[in-house]
């Protein structure tokens, strides 16, 4: 059944909204890190979604008056969740975390003060630094850090790390909050949350991202990646105003974003008033033709040479090429003919 809310009056600058499910393993480390932030002016909203482990204790062991737990009578999932936090919030601010990512000292305080000096955007991101289970770093997660740029981006794929984000919160309750969806629940929010103001990522490491079996982001990889192929499907028809076949694109884009799948010429070809328009869009050189191309030069490596060379005819003809691209596309193009005609 869905959550019915009382929207509360906002009387602190910051809500970190945190919502928990099973989370006991890294949840003490989590909160921690959020009591520990310079920036000390918040409420620390943790909502338990029904956990069965250890995870209210943990809550309750915290003695600081900053944490305020909330109880969902039963497991509602992470959108009504999140929509309940919303609405419960005291804060101008919304800052998301997760329960299982540990949030560096300074992140409040400089997402407060970029927020505060550019009262233009409407949500906010910045890095994170990915780790594992043990807390060992394994890479880097950057994001565009601009409005044109990430607009562009967030037409195809999210470009905003949701355990990162700090969002103004009648913003999000404006446009009607996290859709009832079971992951990839943000990636919808911003693209409405765009239209009301600016977006930006902050250039500076905030952030300990924790990638693990137990992440919801790993367990529902696939359904997370469906997901998104869809949203960013919708927003092109709707509004770029381009007609797409939905299977064509979603073939194309698990290839694109994740190696997954196969996709064909034809395929390619019912594809291209997504190449036709996508060159007009800014910054569509670095983000959408360099990896397109490189989608090509895949496809010609695993012997997919129709479709691979289809889309780098396209590319060219949209896009045109530097020397440097098409030089490696005739010596590829070279190799596999030579081997061909020794066969």
Same mark, same amino acid.
């Given at each position: 059944?869905?959550?019915?809310?009382?929207?509360?009056?906002?009387?602190?600058?910051?809500?970190?909204?945190?919502?928990?499910?099973?989370?006991?393993?890294? #949840?003490?480390? =989590?909160?921690?890190?959020?009591?520990?932030?310079? @920036?000390?002016?918040? &409420?620390?909203? $943790?909502?338990?979604? /029904?956990?069965?482990?250890?995870?209210?204790?943990?809550?309750?062991?915290?003695?600081?008056?900053?944490?305020?737990?909330?109880?969902?009578?039963?497991?509602?999932?992470?959108?009504?969740?999140?929509?309940?936090?919303?609405?419960?919030?005291?804060?101008?601010?919304?800052?998301?975390?997760?329960?299982?990512?540990?949030?560096?000292?300074?992140?409040?305080?400089?997402?407060?003060?970029?927020?505060?000096?550019?009262?233009?955007?409407?949500?906010?991101?910045?890095?994170?630094?990915?780790?594992?289970?043990?807390?060992?770093?394994?890479?880097?997660?950057?994001?565009?850090?601009?409005?044109?740029?990430?607009?562009?981006? #967030?037409?195809? =794929?999210?470009?905003?790390?949701?355990?990162?984000? @700090?969002?103004?919160? &009648?913003?999000? $309750?404006?446009?009607? /909050?996290?859709?009832?969806?079971?992951?990839?629940?943000?990636?919808?929010?911003?693209?409405?949350?765009?239209?009301?103001?600016?977006?930006?990522?902050?250039?500076?490491?905030?952030?300990?991202?924790?990638?693990?079996?137990?992440?919801?982001?790993?367990?529902?990889?696939?359904?997370?990646?469906?997901?998104?192929?869809?949203?960013?499907?919708?927003?092109?028809?709707?509004?770029?105003?381009?007609?797409?076949?939905?299977?064509?694109?979603?073939?194309?884009?698990?290839?694109?974003?994740?190696?997954?799948?196969?996709?064909?010429?034809?395929?390619?070809?019912?594809?291209?008033?997504?190449?036709?328009?996508?060159?007009? #869009?800014?910054?569509?050189?670095?983000?959408?033709?360099?990896?397109?191309?490189?989608?090509?030069?895949?496809? $010609?490596?695993?012997?997919?040479?129709?479709?691979?060379?289809?889309?780098?005819?396209?590319?060219?003809?949209?896009?045109?090429?530097?020397?440097?691209?098409?030089?490696?596309?005739?010596?590829?193009?070279?190799?596999?003919?030579?081997?061909?005609?020794?066969?």
């Amino acid at each position: 059944m869905r959550l019915t809310y009382k929207i509360m009056g906002g009387i602190c600058p910051v809500t970190v909204l945190m919502p928990v499910y099973n989370a006991g393993k890294f #949840l003490e480390e =989590a909160i921690n890190s959020i009591l520990r932030q310079t @920036f000390t002016n918040f &409420e620390f909203l $943790i909502i338990d979604d /029904g956990s069965n482990d250890e995870s209210i204790n943990i809550i309750k062991s915290f003695n600081d008056k900053r944490i305020r737990l909330l109880v969902n009578e039963n497991n509602c999932g992470v959108a009504d969740t999140l929509n309940r936090g919303l609405h419960e919030a005291r804060g101008r601010y919304i800052a998301r975390m997760d329960a299982d990512d540990i949030a560096l000292p300074e992140r409040l305080q400089v997402q407060f003060d970029f927020m505060e000096k550019n009262p233009e955007v409407v949500v906010c991101g910045a890095f994170a630094e990915v780790i594992d289970h043990n807390s060992m770093y394994l890479s880097i997660k950057r994001r565009p850090e601009h409005d044109d740029i990430i607009n562009t981006a #967030l037409l195809f =794929a999210n470009c905003m790390t949701h355990p990162l984000a @700090f969002y103004k919160r &009648e913003c999000a $309750i404006m446009v009607g /909050g996290y859709p009832r969806m079971s992951c990839s629940q943000d990636y919808p929010l911003w693209l409405k949350m765009r239209k009301q103001g600016l977006l930006a990522n902050i250039p500076v490491i905030l952030l300990k991202y924790r990638w693990h079996c137990e992440n919801i982001s790993q367990k529902n990889q696939y359904v997370q990646w469906e997901n998104s192929a869809d949203t960013s499907y919708n927003v092109l028809c709707e509004e770029a105003k381009i007609d797409l076949p939905h299977g064509e694109y979603k073939k194309f884009w698990l290839f694109w974003q994740h190696q997954l799948g196969s996709i064909y010429a034809t395929d390619i070809k019912r594809l291209e008033p997504l190449w036709q328009m996508s060159s007009q #869009l800014p910054h569509s050189i670095e983000l959408l033709a360099k990896p397109w191309l490189n989608v090509a030069l895949k496809l $010609i490596e695993q012997g997919n040479i129709k479709a691979g060379l289809c889309l780098q005819k396209y590319i060219k003809r949209y896009w045109g090429f530097d020397s440097g691209w098409e030089a490696k596309i005739i010596s590829l193009k070279h190799g596999i003919f030579n081997a061909e005609n020794k066969t």
